[in-house]
């Protein structure tokens, strides 16, 4: 069965610090891997998604993610976190026949300090 | 910018009533969905609807559940007999032509609480 695991549930950093989100998944095909970002009040929006190709991708905000297939992982990185950045954050993953649902992890909950 | 809106953003029922939770999803949409949050446990998937009908529901979505796009323009999601566990967070989604082709935009959500 898909899975997705975000072992992080809550990260802080500071201003300017860069950022990791580890994510990893389950699943017996190929997935397509999804990263979204819920800031307080506001519903879940997409920062970047993954589905072929190139395996570094960016996404809004100044975030990227990597996938590796060895590692069955898609990591979200910034180089440089804003005070905006504090936001929980979601891993999910979806296939690519069959079922349309997303698959969500748990989770991160990033706080970000002055 | 076009967005999904649910309503109530946060409703209160007693265990064994009914509850509506209602969604707008963006206009053009054909796809929409409904998924959840139990406080401190992953987001789920519910339910999808395409072309008036349900596409595919999860273990959770029981008869308990329901589902209706009444007007063309509202999606609703009703709980006929509440029990606690039905307590979390109830995102509405909806997307162009699937999650596999396009992306699905999320409302803000709805907190339900059973008490």
């Known amino acids: 069965a898909q899975s997705v695991t975000q072992p992080d549930i809550h990260i802080t950093v500071s201003e300017g610090a860069s950022l990791e989100l580890r994510c990893n998944y389950s699943?017996?095909?190929?997935?397509?891997l999804f990263w979204y970002v819920q800031s307080p009040g506001q519903g879940l929006q997409l920062l970047l998604k993954?589905?072929?190709?190139?395996?570094l991708v960016q996404g809004i905000k100044g975030f990227e993610a990597e996938f590796k297939r060895s590692q069955s992982s898609f990591n979200l990185r910034k180089p440089s976190v804003h005070w905006s950045d504090a936001a929980e954050y979601f891993c999910?993953?979806?296939?690519?026949?069959?079922?349309?649902?997303?698959?969500f992890g748990t989770g991160t909950r990033l706080q970000v300090f002055p | 910018e076009p967005e999904v809106t649910q309503t109530p953003s946060h409703q209160v029922t007693q265990m064994g009533q009914e509850v509506i939770l209602r969604c707008v999803p963006i206009s053009n949409h054909l796809y929409f969905y409904w998924y959840r949050q139990i406080l401190g446990q992953k987001v789920e998937f519910l339910v999808s609807?395409?072309?008036?009908?349900?596409?595919?529901k999860s273990e959770i979505f029981d008869d308990q559940f329901s589902v209706e796009r009444p007007d063309g323009s509202n999606f609703t999601l009703k709980i006929r007999s509440t029990k606690l566990e039905d307590s979390a967070m109830y995102f509405c989604?909806?997307?162009?032509?699937?999650?596999?082709?396009?992306?699905?935009?999320f409302g803000q959500g709805t907190r339900l609480t059973v008490v």
């Open positions: 699943y017996g095909a190929t997935p397509y």
């Open positions: 993954y589905f072929s190709g190139d395996t």
């Open positions: 609807f395409y072309n008036n009908e349900i596409s595919e």
């Open positions: 999910a993953v979806g296939a690519y026949y069959g079922t349309d649902k997303l698959i």
């Open positions: 989604a909806s997307s162009i032509g699937g999650t596999k082709n396009t992306e699905a935009f």
